[in-house]
Every structure is written in C-alpha cells, then in structure tokens.
C-alpha cells in the first residue's frame, strides 16, 4: 500500500456526510474548506500536462462534492486532482487531537556537525541556517530554474544519495507529483528522516512503517485570509501568520 492510499484509508472514517463548500487552486498554492470549516492546503503543480487552458476538469461542479470523493483523488493519475485531495486530505486531520511538539521542524532535527544532509526541494529559508551547523548539504531539486542557481542544486531522479544520509529533509509535494514512495524507499541508513512544508499530513499513521521520523506541516487558523492570498498567487511567505506550524514524531 503505497503513502497515497493509507492517507486515504486514514482520512475515510474522517469523511462522514462532509462536502466540500469551497475551493481555490491558486499559482502557488490551493485550499479545500469543508462545509464544517475545516480549511487544508496544498502546493499546486506548477504546469498542466494537458497542453489544454483546462487545468481541472471537474471545475465548476467542486462544491457540494462529497469529501469522501475529492479525497480518493489522492490517488489520482493527474497532479492537480491529487493537490486537491491532499488539501480535503488536510482539512479533514486537522480536526484530529494529537500530540504536536511546540518545536520549531529544523530545531527538532538537532543536526550535528559533519552529518550529511539530503534535502528533497529547495527550501530556500532554511538552507542558509542548516549549514551553519557545520554539516554537509546537498540539494536536490527536480525542477530548480535556471542551471547553476546557487550552485548547490541538481536534478538527479534517482534520489542516491538519500542511500547515505544521516538526516533527510523532503518537501511534501513529493505526494503530489508522486515521488514520494520512491524516495521513501531510497532511504536506508539515516537517523532522521521529515516531511517538511504546509502540505504535509500531520498524520504519523500513514508513515508508521516508513523512514520518516518527523511531519512538519501547518494548520490553517484563518480560512478566509488563506483563501484571499491562495486566489490572489500568495505563497507560503504570506500565508504563514495565518498558519500554525505543528510537528509531530512517527
């Protein structure tokens, strides 16, 4: 059973008769709110592979939708249908009590000096405060821009380097653009292992019997700012005062 489909049987029993009230698919991110609220985020794919100005074929027919329904598109062959059920997949846990650690992500990772450090996706703000811990970093990043950005990225698919690793930090689009097993599974020796940014599952269940050690993802505190700055391009940046950031260990 691969990750997308034990978020799915995880997040059924949340469903109930919920339905999806509304919907954002912005430049950057996307949100699903449901009827009772709840509100979760998801990374949007940066391009349709349709070549059509159709991004999603279900538009115009989302609200009232089922949960139970946009979840299952988790498992979606098309990117976009799998951020919006990783968005319901979201609204749905954070209505789950856990116990979170008040931690901020990175600090929870106590990095050491002379590890080595693989990071799935460039997240940029964090680079500059992981290597002054003195250890090794390396960036891979599967879609990093121009060549030569920084100078620290590259676009090997293959993940090897995860094989070697004390530390790996992955970006959670890793489930929407459906690489996220192949990298679990190319992970073998390291001591931590998060899943990191607003898209992550705070759900421990779904990862129990993987290398992942760590979930660091936010709840949404505000739905209608998060909704106004998801329709308006904002990102992350921008959205982050009206997200809690929460981790949790698996």
Known sequence: MNIAEKLIRYGEPLCGELTISD??????????ELNDGSTGVAWTPNRSPTGSCTHLRYAGSLLGLAAKESLSWLNSDTMLERAVGLATFNALNSKVSRNLLDDEAISLLKLQAGEHVVMIGHFAPIVQRIEKTGCRLEIIELDPGKPGDL??????????????CDVAIITATSIINKTIDALLAAIHHSRAAILLGPSTPVCPEAFADSRITQLSGAYVLQPEKIKAIISQGGGTMLMKKFLQFHSISV
């Open 23 to 32: 919907v954002r698919l912005g430049l950057g991110y996307s949100c699903v």
């Open 151 to 164: 100078g620290i990225l590259n676009s090997r698919q293959d993940f090897s380097a995860l094989a070697h």
